[in-house]
């Protein structure tokens, strides 16, 4: 919020008319065990072990562009013709 407020954002929390950008990540999922009841592994296991399989939402600037770990809004087939033809082109400049 103070970072927010520094640089005259409407940033720091989670309520209408915020800007929000998040991620949540499913705690079952395996790269983020072990997790105890206090949760006091959580932050090593995000920081060095989290896989993407992770990731069950992202939101960004208040729009869901993730749900369950899959895209929303472009279907990845898109994503992957994209991917590739960007790198045909990489290879065509050698």
Do not use: H, W
Not at 23 to 48: A, C, K, M, R
Not at 54 to 76: H, N, S, Y
């Amino acid at each position: 919020v103070a970072g927010g407020r520094l640089l005259g954002l409407p940033v720091g929390r989670i309520e209408p008319g915020c800007c929000a950008d998040f991620t949540g990540v499913d705690l079952e999922d395996l790269s983020l065990q072990p997790l105890y009841e206090d949760y006091e592994q959580l932050l090593p296991n995000l920081v060095y072990g989290m896989q993407p399989s992770a990731i069950d939402k992202v939101v960004v600037q208040g729009r869901q562009t993730v749900e369950g770990g899959r895209l929303l809004g472009v279907p990845e087939p898109v994503v992957v013709d994209s991917v590739r033809r960007l790198m045909q082109k990489f290879q065509d400049i050698e």
